[in-house]
Protein backbone atom coordinates (compact mmCIF):
# COMPACT_ATOMS: atom_id res chain seq x y z
CA UNK A 1 0.00 0.00 0.00
CA UNK A 2 1.31 3.38 -1.27
CA UNK A 3 1.62 6.15 1.44
CA UNK A 4 1.56 9.46 0.39
CA UNK A 5 2.83 13.03 2.81
CA UNK A 6 1.93 16.63 1.90
CA UNK A 7 3.96 19.08 2.48
CA UNK A 8 4.38 22.80 1.57
CA UNK A 9 0.94 24.33 3.16
CA UNK A 10 1.06 27.51 5.55
CA UNK A 11 0.14 31.34 6.31
CA UNK A 12 0.25 33.36 3.40
CA UNK A 13 -1.71 36.59 2.09
CA UNK A 14 -4.11 37.04 -0.61
CA UNK A 15 -2.00 37.20 -3.82
CA UNK A 16 0.92 35.16 -2.51
CA UNK A 17 2.11 31.92 -4.38
CA UNK A 18 2.53 28.17 -2.48
CA UNK A 19 3.61 24.82 -3.96
CA UNK A 20 2.82 21.74 -3.00
CA UNK A 21 4.45 18.36 -2.74
CA UNK A 22 3.19 15.05 -2.44
CA UNK A 23 5.55 12.56 -2.08
CA UNK A 24 5.26 8.62 -2.47
CA UNK A 25 6.85 5.61 -0.16
CA UNK A 26 7.25 3.46 -3.52
CA UNK A 27 8.20 3.06 -6.85
CA UNK A 28 4.50 1.92 -8.19
CA UNK A 29 3.49 5.62 -8.03
CA UNK A 30 5.01 5.83 -11.75
CA UNK A 31 1.58 3.65 -12.17
CA UNK A 32 -0.77 6.05 -10.35
CA UNK A 33 -3.01 8.81 -11.65
CA UNK A 34 -2.76 11.93 -8.64
CA UNK A 35 -5.05 14.56 -7.69
CA UNK A 36 -5.23 16.93 -5.68
CA UNK A 37 -8.40 17.75 -3.23
CA UNK A 38 -8.92 20.05 -0.14
CA UNK A 39 -11.30 20.43 2.02
CA UNK A 40 -12.45 23.40 4.02
CA UNK A 41 -13.92 23.69 7.95
CA UNK A 42 -17.54 22.79 7.34
CA UNK A 43 -17.57 21.51 4.03
CA UNK A 44 -17.47 18.28 1.86
CA UNK A 45 -13.91 17.37 0.58
CA UNK A 46 -14.00 18.95 -3.42
CA UNK A 47 -11.56 18.00 -6.29
CA UNK A 48 -9.17 20.49 -7.15
CA UNK A 49 -6.59 19.25 -10.18
CA UNK A 50 -5.43 15.83 -11.87
CA UNK A 51 -3.01 14.53 -13.50
CA UNK A 52 -2.13 11.02 -15.32
CA UNK A 53 0.84 8.77 -14.38
CA UNK A 54 2.76 10.11 -17.16
CA UNK A 55 2.06 13.73 -16.74
CA UNK A 56 0.58 14.19 -20.28
CA UNK A 57 -3.24 15.29 -19.00
CA UNK A 58 -3.85 17.03 -16.38
CA UNK A 59 -8.06 18.08 -15.21
CA UNK A 60 -8.69 21.27 -12.89
CA UNK A 61 -12.06 22.41 -11.19
CA UNK A 62 -13.35 25.36 -12.86
CA UNK A 63 -12.47 27.76 -9.49
CA UNK A 64 -8.71 27.10 -9.97
CA UNK A 65 -8.25 27.13 -13.99
CA UNK A 66 -5.21 29.41 -14.76
CA UNK A 67 -4.43 29.83 -10.99
CA UNK A 68 -3.00 26.44 -10.14
CA UNK A 69 -0.90 24.29 -11.65
CA UNK A 70 -0.30 20.10 -10.98
CA UNK A 71 2.53 18.41 -12.13
CA UNK A 72 4.51 15.65 -11.63
CA UNK A 73 8.65 13.97 -10.99
CA UNK A 74 8.05 10.13 -12.00
CA UNK A 75 11.95 10.06 -10.55
CA UNK A 76 11.27 11.73 -7.67
CA UNK A 77 7.83 9.87 -6.67
CA UNK A 78 6.50 12.90 -6.32
CA UNK A 79 3.68 15.56 -7.74
CA UNK A 80 3.11 18.89 -7.17
CA UNK A 81 0.52 22.07 -7.13
CA UNK A 82 1.57 25.32 -7.63
CA UNK A 83 -0.90 27.42 -6.58
CA UNK A 84 -0.73 31.19 -7.56
CA UNK A 85 -3.02 34.07 -6.87
CA UNK A 86 -4.39 32.68 -3.62
CA UNK A 87 -7.51 34.22 -2.08
CA UNK A 88 -8.78 33.86 1.02
CA UNK A 89 -11.51 30.88 -0.21
CA UNK A 90 -9.02 28.99 -1.24
CA UNK A 91 -8.06 28.23 2.75
CA UNK A 92 -8.67 24.17 3.57
CA UNK A 93 -6.44 21.49 4.28
CA UNK A 94 -5.02 20.06 0.80
CA UNK A 95 -4.54 16.20 0.43
CA UNK A 96 -3.47 14.54 -2.13
CA UNK A 97 -4.60 11.24 -3.69
CA UNK A 98 -3.74 8.29 -5.64
CA UNK A 99 -5.87 6.35 -8.31
CA UNK A 100 -4.41 2.77 -9.84
CA UNK A 101 -5.97 3.72 -12.96
CA UNK A 102 -3.21 5.69 -13.97
CA UNK A 103 -4.44 6.54 -17.22
CA UNK A 104 -7.61 8.22 -16.00
CA UNK A 105 -8.36 11.45 -15.02
CA UNK A 106 -11.03 11.22 -12.13
CA UNK A 107 -12.67 13.76 -10.18
CA UNK A 108 -14.19 12.15 -7.47
CA UNK A 109 -13.34 11.46 -3.86
CA UNK A 110 -14.82 7.67 -4.40
CA UNK A 111 -12.42 6.90 -7.48
CA UNK A 112 -8.89 6.85 -5.19
CA UNK A 113 -7.37 4.87 -3.67
CA UNK A 114 -4.83 5.66 -1.40
CA UNK A 115 -4.96 9.44 0.66
CA UNK A 116 -2.40 11.52 2.33
CA UNK A 117 -3.02 12.83 5.86
CA UNK A 118 -3.13 16.86 3.97
CA UNK A 119 -1.49 20.03 4.92
CA UNK A 120 -3.14 23.46 6.09
CA UNK A 121 -3.03 26.57 3.81
CA UNK A 122 -4.38 29.30 4.92
CA UNK A 123 -5.08 32.79 2.85
CA UNK A 124 -5.49 36.23 4.80
CA UNK A 125 -7.01 38.91 3.32
Known amino acids: QVQLVESGGGLVQAGASLRLSCTAS????????MGWFRQAPGKEREFVAT????????YYAEFVKGRFTISRDNAKNTVYLQMNSLKPEDTAVYYC??????????????????WGQGTQVTVSS
Open 97 to 114: AANRQGYRLRSRVSEYDY
Open 26 to 33: EGTFRQYA
Open 51 to 58: ITWSGSST
